[in-house]
């Protein structure tokens, strides 16, 4: 979502005229369909201002739902939800538009369009990302960790990319690394884990780059503040200048005025769901059908956090504080649904009219659970310098399984890179998650199994290289 590759331009460039020249074909031929090639004069008027219109706003739709990012390496099932949900925010904006130009745009105009644009979009974008599969995919990989446990673990990571983009050839030790020259013969990436310490990974990276090997680092939390950094001169001394993460006083009041008027609408829309949900939570399992609890915000600052119940009554009484997991037994057979489709959130919405939290930023934590993670983690505090938020950048972009610290990295990296359009990007994006449910479920069968292959490849390939 953020992408800073200057030397993709050209690409992005390309896909912009591609993308708006196979859209003005779509509405041409759905004109011609109905206009003209099957003599019903349905009224449709498309002059000059409409169509400029509809170039800016393709343009405007697909890159609210990053079709202009780099998608080496990504999902090509994410890339068609996009290509989906891009298509169909265009087709709104083109029929509002229409209706306020006093032009008449009718249904049947508006969906022969609307699938004409889709396929012609999607089977384009699936080409292009097949070719950078071809390109790009089997790339062998050697993990360079402290230890197998650790290698192990970040391995997952690439084991769980369904569509091959790479290949583990081998782990290598820290305390090995007198091997690593060796092992770079049959690699085309390194990927140095975190644990290594910085003296360690100058060395390996500047090995990597003198044999022309791809480097993979994941970086360390203060790394990410660097990234966001700005260059400037002290007399002839080059520093990087750091700003603390934070929100200026404009971003907070625009995302405020911002947070009022668009919540104020979700919750008037969402009226006959929140009825039914009122009715339906206390019938299907005893208890309230709202649940409050206090959760930590903005300059730890607690506040109660309203959400529907999705759990029995009670869940934590025996047990204290603990996360929920993956197939928690602890909810009910409703607040799976509601979980899925994040309804149970709905109230959070009165949450951000009141002030205590925002649209947009890191998910609430209970204090419980913070003062856990500063102790293992201590940058995990500057997730408090913004209010916390109903969906986020780690929502949009991790998964339910998500590590703590990985999550946190995504958090730290919408507090440095905020904006308004960011922010209208991770909201439209948060839909694609929701229709994709498996994005905010766990895996774990699947990554025990990846796991037991990775391991018995490996196991074989020591045999005969000993």
Known sequence: MINKNPGANAHRIFLVFFDIALVYISFSFSHWIHAEGLSIDLGVKIDNSLIFFLLISSFLSFYLFDLYVDWRRKSVRNLLYSVILSSLTLSGLMLVMLMIKGAVMSIPFIITAFCIQTVMLCTMRFLFWHQLKRI?????????????????KMADKFLS???????????LPLVKKEF?????????????APEINKHEASEIVSLCVKNEK???????????FIA?????QIDDM???????PMLNQTQNQLKRVIDVIVSAAMLILSTPIIIALFTLIPLTSKGPAIFKQERIGQG???YLLYKFRSMVQDAEIQTGPVLASDKDPRITKLGSFMRATRLDEIPQ??????????LIGPRPEREFFIMKFEQDIPDYKYRLRVKPGITGLAQVLANYTTSVEDKLRYDLMYVRNYSFMLDLKIFLQTIRVVLQRDQAQGLKEESMLRKQKLIQTLEQNQAINQ
């Open 136 to 152: 790009y995919a089997n790339k062998k990989v050697l993990i360079v960790g402290e230890d197998y446990e650790t290698s192990l």
């Open 161 to 171: 990319q369904k569509q091959e983009w790479f290949i583990i050839s081998d782990f």
């Open 180 to 192: 690593l020259l060796s092992k770079l013969q049959s690699a085309d990436a390194v990927l140095i």
């Open 214 to 224: 791809e480097v993979l680092i994941v970086p360390h939390l203060f790394e990410l």
């Open 228 to 232: 966001g950094s700005e260059p400037e």
């Open 238 to 244: 080059l520093v990087l200048s750091i700003k603390p």
């Open 300 to 302: 730890g600052k607690p």
């Open 349 to 358: 919405l009165f949450n951000v009219l009141k002030g205590d939290m925002s």
